[in-house]
């Protein structure tokens, strides 16, 4: 009987890290592109006032360029605990591919993810040690929505999109409102 409980312990504890890793971003630890987005579609049909922000590392393939891949992954994991270290434990974040992220932000009326967003661009103002890098610097465009009653994943995401590449068009290291 121990025998069968070992291994029934050991199933469950596989089956866990597997479903772990289907929802997590490798590099980041965060949620990855299809968790964040079902936990956008989850909280859609929930009443209340919920914020989705797109966000995007400014000037990052530059980072990749300059300082190389392996530099620029760390960048990637410091910004990700950089978000996870500002916001609530009620929010949700997650890598969507490559330098950008979405933010979920649930019972957050638009004025407040507003400044939620505001102090995460100004907390990236002072440098960083990243690596080999003892004073370094990078910021993020963002674009911000309210999601509405009857909107889809595909709505809340595009207008907030739309909103990000206002920021990007109008100098970068900003928000906007979608």
Known sequence: ISELATRGRSLRTARDQALRAASTDALTGLSNRRHILALLE???PKAGQHCIA??????FKHVNDHYGHPF?????????????????????????????????????????????????LASLQLPRH?????????Q?????????????????????DQALYRAKQGGRNRVELG
């Not at 797109?54 to 000037?59: A, L, N, P």
Request: proline letters at 5%.
């Open 130 to 138: 990243i690596g080999e890098q003892a004073a370094f610097r990078y």
């Open 42 to 44: 989850a909280l859609l």
């Open 140 to 160: 993020f465009s963002g674009g911000i929505t309210r999601l509405l009653p009857d909107d889809t994943v595909q709505c809340a995401y595009h207008r907030a």
């Open 72 to 120: 620029g992954d760390l960048v990637l994991v410091d910004f990700a605990r950089h978000l996870q270290g500002q916001l609530r434990r009620s929010d949700g974040v997650g890598r969507l591919g490559g330098e950008e992220f979405m933010l979920i932000l649930p019972d957050t009326p638009l004025p407040q993810a507003s400044l939620v967003l505001g102090n995460l």
């Open 54 to 59: 797109i966000v995007d590392i400014d000037h």
